[in-house]
């Protein structure tokens, strides 16, 4: 009599977009437990289990057994793409994933940056844009190549002081010391599409934060130190900048990556009101949301909200190492042009040895039935098991002739 076949091992999915990580795996199990293709494995989970609760004094609460499932780097809810799941066995592979190259597709849409540093975070601040052209933003690609030191968005999963940064952020605290920027690396950045004005469909949130939040926010991303107190508060958002004074606009070297001009409209009026980034709590919850200024007489002028003609964006392409965050690489290049920049769309095509195209599963494809999924995730399975195996006869092999030689 034939044994069942226990299946187990690394597949890839393409995560659609709204949706978390989380969530597909939760998908992924609630095809897979009443599956045909993991019966076995599941028959055996229970073998074992029943076994080690022979031997246990105390037993544990009973659980419901299910496939046990497990990814490889978590891709953001607005994001879509390679996510590397493990199954059974598999899930004590999924730490040599997060060390390998990923290679993205990205929208950025200038003029604005927001606390998350994506579409989906509140407004802080905007800037002008009209100036932004394909071949600056070429030109400041070129500062993102090859290895450098990034900081990664407030609104992340890394731990400070045992304390994620995105719950700092969401309880309107600030964190507790400057985010560090940490060693990363681009293998390629390349602009893919060019999105000038009219030729696209991305926007600017409409949600912008409140002062309080504007604070906490703009005191850790240092935008108001980035781009002068009042830069881009003031001047319309499709006005260029000043690059014409005497301070000019250069990259600052302390570990910030950002830029430093002084605001044309600033040196034009003078201004009665505290800067954004030197208000305390107090002051940013009693300043009213709209931000009038007074401006040389009585005159009042609110911060302009609605761009007059919708600002450029790029669609990019890059191969980058684990730890870096596309996010971030947005914020940045925004401020590098002399503007500012979110992040409007992702799309991870590569992970490691698993491509969109290639060699992953449709999520699509769960809701069509075991007959459609099963024989594309027991192929995959297959493939990298046959990899894995490959792999350690070749070590075998080195490890003997190594001994032969001593």
Excluded at 54 to 77: C, S
Excluded at 99 to 109: D, P, Q, R, V
Excluded at 351 to 375: H, M, R, T
């Amino acid at each position: 009599m034939n044994t069942p076949r226990i299946v187990e091992g690394v597949f890839a999915i393409n995560k659609p977009k709204s949706i978390s990580s989380a969530q597909v795996l939760r998908d992924i199990q609630q095809a897979f437990n009443p599956s045909k293709l993991f019966a076995p494995w599941l028959h055996s989970e229970r073998t074992r289990i029943s076994r080690e609760r022979e031997h246990q004094r105390h037993q544990r609460k009973h659980k419901r057994i299910e496939v046990k499932v497990g990814h490889g780097g978590t891709l953001d809810p607005m994001a879509t793409g390679v996510l590397i799941v493990g199954v059974g066995k598999g899930t004590k592979h999924l730490q040599s994933f997060l060390g390998c190259t990923k290679t993205y597709e990205a929208t950025i849409l200038f003029g604005a940056a927001t606390d998350t540093y994506d579409v989906f975070g509140k407004v802080l601040s905007t800037a002008p844009y009209a100036h932004v052209t394909r071949k600056a933003v070429e030109e400041a690609l070129k500062t993102f190549r090859g290895s450098i030191n990034q900081k990664p968005p407030l609104f992340s999963a890394l731990r400070m002081d045992g304390k994620r940064l995105y719950e700092y952020a969401r309880e309107g605290k600030e964190i507790p010391r400057k985010i560090q920027e940490r060693p990363v690396r681009t293998e390629s950045l390349e602009i893919r599409e060019w999105l000038p004005d009219g030729s696209h469909q991305y926007a600017w949130p409409k949600d912008e934060a409140d002062d309080e939040q504007k604070y906490v926010a703009v005191n850790v991303l240092h935008l108001g130190e980035a781009r002068g107190s009042t830069e881009g508060l003031l001047r319309g958002p499709d006005e260029p900048p000043n690059i014409n004074s005497s301070h000019g606009t250069k990259r600052r070297r302390d570990g910030d990556d950002v830029l430093t001009s002084t605001s044309s409209a600033a040196k034009r009026h003078e201004l009665s009101y505290v800067p954004l980034v030197s208000r305390t709590p107090q002051q940013a919850s009693q300043i009213d949301k709209k931000e009038i200024y007074q401006t040389g007489g009585n005159q009042e002028r609110p911060r302009e909200t609605e761009p007059k003609h919708a600002p450029p964006a790029a669609r990019l392409s890059m191969t980058v190492t684990s730890g870096f965050y596309v996010r971030s690489l947005c914020h940045d290049l925004g401020q590098a042009v002399g503007s500012l920049g979110i992040m409007s769309e992702l799309v991870r095509t590569r992970q490691g040895e698993f491509e969109i195209g290639q060699n992953v599963l449709e999520y699509d494809d769960l809701s069509k039935g075991e007959d459609v999924w099963a024989p594309k995730v027991t192929q995959m399975l297959d493939d990298w098991q046959g990899k894995v195996t490959a792999k350690l006869v070749n070590w075998s092999s080195d490890v003997d002739k190594s001994a032969e030689i001593r």
